[in-house]
C-alpha cells in the first residue's frame, strides 16, 4: 500500500491519509497515523479513493486509528454516551472520504459506517471537522 | 460439479493479494456476475488470512483451494492442515456496538457469513479443515 499525507485547513488543521492499493493489513498506515497522533495531529482524513478492497484488517487499522484519536482527544465521555444514546454519535476526529463499492460494503458490514463520517468531496470533508 | 481452479501450495500472507486478482478474472471470465464474484473473493480472502494468521500463526503454511461451478451456483473449498478451527461456530460481532467500546476483531468471519449464502466446515479424516462456500446465483 502507498500512502501520500497532505495537510488542509477548515476550522481545524486535518491531516489526510491519501491511500493507495488494498487495505489488508495495519502497517504502514496504523504506524504513520500513531506517528501523526504523537506529533499532535487531531483530525485525521482517511481517503480511499484509490483503495479497492478494504479486508477484516483494514477494518482493524480504521478502528486502531479511532481509538488513538479518541484516547489522545480526552473526548467528553458523558456528551459522547449521549450521542450514542441518541444515535447521532460520529467521531469528530476521524473521518473518510470516498470509498469504493467494496469498500463500502464492507465498512458497512461492519456497522463502521454509523459511527465515521462518510464524505465524498474533500473539501466538504475537511470543513466537517 | 465443473471444476474452474484448483491451488495445493504452500502460500504466505504476502502471496494473498496476488491470488485475487487472476480469480476475480478467471470467474469472471467463466461468466460469474462481477459484484456476486467480488463478494465471494472477499469471503475466500478473509478464510484465507484466518488460516494463515491464526491457523499458521504468521508463517507459510499449506492451503489447497478447489473453486467450481454447479449449477448457477459458485463453490469454493479451502483446506489447511493448522490446528482444527470452526468459523461457523464463531458467535457474530455486534455491528451495532460503537468502535469506542467494542472489542477489535471478529470481522473476518462475519465476513465469510455475510459476503456467501452458505458457509461449511468440516474437518477431515486426513487432518485438514475444510471450509466451503457457496454462493447461488453468480452463473446465468
Not at chain 1, 73 to 78: C, L, M, N, R, T
Amino acid at each position: 500500500m502507498e500512502i501520500r499525507t497532505s495537510q488542509a485547513n477548515g476550522r481545524f488543521p486535518v491531516t489526510i491519509f491519501h491511500l493507495k492499493g488494498d487495505l489488508m493489513h495495519e502497517e504502514p498506515l496504523y504506524s504513520q497515523a500513531a506517528h501523526a497522533v504523537a506529533n499532535g495531529d487531531q483530525h485525521i482524513l482517511l481517503d480511499l479513493s484509490e483503495v479497492p478492497y478494504v479486508s477484516s484488517a483494514g477494518l482493524r487499522v480504521i478502528h486502531l486509528i479511532f481509538e488513538l484519536l479518541h484516547e489522545k482527544s480526552g473526548e467528553d465521555q458523558e456528551a459522547m454516551k449521549r450521542g450514542i444514546v441518541a444515535g447521532s454519535y460520529t467521531s469528530p476526529y476521524l473521518k473518510l472520504l470516498n470509498p469504493s463499492k467494496n469498500g463500502l460494503k464492507v465498512l458497512s458490514l461492519g456497522g463502521y459506517d454509523m459511527f465515521l463520517e462518510i464524505h465524498k468531496n474533500q473539501q466538504a470533508a475537511v470543513a466537517s471537522f | 460439479m465443473e471444476q474452474l481452479y484448483r491451488l495445493s501450495q504452500t502460500t504466505s500472507l504476502d502471496a494473498v493479494a496476488a491470488l485475487r486478482q487472476p480469480l476475480q478474472q478467471l470467474l469472471i471470465t467463466a461468466g460469474g456476475d462481477p459484484e456476486a464474484v467480488s463478494d465471494v473473493l472477499l469471503a475466500l480472502n478473509e478464510a484465507i488470512i484466518n488460516s494463515l494468521h491464526h491457523g499458521y500463526q504468521g508463517q507459510p503454511g499449506w492451503l489447497q483451494i478447489e473453486i467450481g461451478r454447479a449449477g448457477q451456483s459458485l463453490v469454493i473449498q479451502q483446506y489447511d492442515k493448522a490446528p482444527p478451527f470452526d468459523p461457523t461456530a464463531v458467535p457474530p460481532p455486534d455491528t451495532s456496538l460503537p468502535l469506542a467500546v467494542r472489542p477489535l476483531g471478529g470481522m473476518g468471519v462475519h465476513m465469510m457469513r455475510n459476503f456467501t449464502d452458505e458457509l461449511h466446515y468440516q474437518r477431515t479424516a486426513e487432518g485438514c479443515n475444510r471450509l466451503t462456500f457457496i454462493k447461488h446465483n453468480v452463473f446465468t
